[in-house]
């Protein structure tokens, strides 16, 4: 990479636009694009490769030939990497042969359509699983305000913001074990994750789906002087945005949505 050309971290959107045009190859030239774990695994499990088979190959297309480098360890595993611990990339050696026979398929067969129908409904299984008991966590909490007026109003205040910094941390140190995770680097994901946090608190009809995680750990690979690229308004970009921290967002000058 040359020196001073921020790497752009992309959401999974991004490579799916490249392909049908809403963001121009020529958009491209000079940019030093990154693809992460999270969206190659997006890929492996999206309904898309069941309903638009075509859309799903040229975005993958769009992966694998324009990112110019790939965290290929799952975000659990870079935060172990970032924090100086043994971590491994294994899970990305079978998913990336599984991208690879996409990209050399242009008609997939009845098997193709019966494998991906199920890497799908057992992804959806596992993770609703996984998301549950946070669910739970967040209802709970929210059943047990019983001023909420006064909560809202006390939430915004930067004493508030401090203490739940340091509680969200607890929350995520909470999926390691003897693991001292090294913060600086984690400065977006943190962040946002936490902002995620407050926002639940704050907007009762506000709900977390599987997407959404997928986009929270997809910032992980994100660090201080990246820029992350992302067509999500309405949730990433506004989360960030309300965090303070507006400078890693990539805003290219023309970007047709």
Sequence with gaps: MEPNR??????????????DGRISINELTGKFLVG??????????????????????????????????????????????????????????ELNESLNKVFGTKEPNPAYYDAAKHEYEKYYTEASDLLEPFVRFVDDYRNSITNKGLHKKNMNASISRLQQIEATKS????????????????????????EWLRQ???????KMNLNDWNDVFNLVYVAPGDLYWTRDYKKTWEFIKQAGLSHYLFEPEKVRE
């Design 200 to 206: 639940l608190d704050l907007q009762n009809n506000l």
């Design 171 to 194: 929350v995520i140190t909470n999926w390691f074990q003897g693991v001292e995770i090294k913060w600086e680097p984690l400065e977006l994901f943190l962040n946002v994750f936490n």
């Design 36 to 93: 992460t774990y999270i969206s190659g695994f997006e890929f492996g499990c999206t309904l898309n490769a069941l309903n638009d088979f075509n859309l799903f190959r040229n975005a993958v297309i769009a992966f694998k030939g324009q990112a110019q480098q790939f965290y290929k360890e799952h975000p659990i595993e870079y935060i172990k990497l970032l924090s100086n611990y043994p971590s491994n990339s294994d899970k990305w050696i």
């Design 6 to 19: 921020s790497k752009i971290i992309c959401d999974t959107n991004i490579w799916y636009r490249i392909f």
